[in-house]
């Protein structure tokens, strides 16, 4: 597929995609490297307009230089933001609030602290981006697992045969320093490859996952 249908195919997304408004988005695409340029109203959108172009077929790499913008009336002050993360975390479940620490600036939310868990890395993270006022997120939350790692490598490949053995054959597990996981090879779409990476981070032990899957 050359990149004129591809980037066709993008912007079809993004107007069918009933989260975004494409209006003040930009596709261009190069080698199935595709850029979104403009401006959204909340990083929500900016999220889903990434995703939406992720869907797509041939899209090898996206570069998201989308601005999140709010409008006057939607602005909120840092400490406000502050405030309604830290209680949103509080709340949520899956989250460790206790062992996290937040901090703002012009709208930027920082999360940082450790958990046991990527999954609760990931979950402060979701529940933190979808308040208004938020301009992004940066999650520097550390996984630091508290049992040893054990046969890390021979978990992810059986948890890849079980679920789906045929791509697993195409995909290399490798660990360095007992609990640091690469991924290497080829997957189909993007969906696939963070598949294998939920997959590598479900494996007791794990602190970090280099994911290097290509996008046939």
Do not use: C
């Not at 709010?70 to 460790?96: G, P, Q």
């Amino acid at each position: 597929m050359n990149d004129i249908s591809v980037r066709q195919n993008v912007l079809d997304e993004l107007q069918y995609e009933p989260s975004v408004n494409a209006a003040h988005i930009g596709v261009t695409a190069e080698g199935g490297v595709i850029t979104l340029t403009g401006h959204v109203d909340t990083y929500a959108e900016k999220l889903q307009a990434e995703k939406a172009a992720r869907r797509i077929k041939g899209v090898r790499a996206i570069a998201d230089d989308i601005v999140v913008r709010h409008a006057f009336d939607k602005k909120m002050a840092d400490d406000e933001i502050a405030s309604r993360a830290l209680s949103i975390l509080k709340w949520d479940a899956m989250v460790s609030a206790a062992a996290l620490t937040v901090t703002v600036r012009d709208g930027w939310i920082s999360l940082s602290g450790q958990v046991d868990w990527n999954f609760q890395r990931r979950a402060a993270e979701s529940a933190v981006r979808k308040l208004s006022g938020v301009r992004g997120v940066n999650n520097d939350i550390v996984v630091k697992p508290r049992v040893e790692p054990t046969d890390i490598r021979q978990k992810i490949e059986a948890a890849l045969k079980r679920r789906a053995e045929a791509e697993a054959r195409e995909i290399r597990v490798s660990v360095e320093g007992g609990n640091h996981v690469i991924l290497e090879g080829t997957v189909d779409s993007w969906d696939d490859r963070f598949a294998v990476e939920n997959v590598a981070w479900a494996a007791e032990g794990v602190k970090s996952v280099d994911t290097r899957l290509k996008i046939a």
